[in-house]
């Protein structure tokens, strides 16, 4: 595979994940009035995150980084402690809230 076609195909991942992202937000949203003061928090660091993602993204159009590995570590990294957190919501918020 060569570099361009490695950084378009990382481009598709990261907008993957962007979606995914911007859906759990949207879940978020629609938390009732009295549940929704213990995700602020959360909704916050996920828009964080989506601009993480969103400035990598434009990395990758405009330089297409041979070494992408520290990055890729990163964004997991990152990733696993949003995981965590939504778990931790996920308890504090009531399943109807979350669409379940």
């Not at 481009?11 to 978020?28: F, P, S």
Request: hydrophobic content about 30%.
């Amino acid at each position: 595979m060569d570099v361009q076609s490695y950084c378009d195909t990382l481009n598709i991942e990261l907008t993957g994940w962007k979606a995914k992202i911007y859906d759990v937000v949207r879940q978020l949203d629609k938390v009732s009035s009295g549940d929704k003061q213990k995700v602020v928090p959360m909704v916050n660091e996920l828009h964080m995150f989506i601009e993480e993602i969103t400035d990598r993204i434009d990395r990758l159009e405009k330089e297409c980084p041979t070494q992408w590995e520290p990055d890729k570590i990163e964004l997991e990294g990152r990733l696993s402690q949003l995981e965590t957190k939504w778990k931790e919501v996920s308890q504090n918020v009531s399943p109807g809230d979350m669409g379940g």
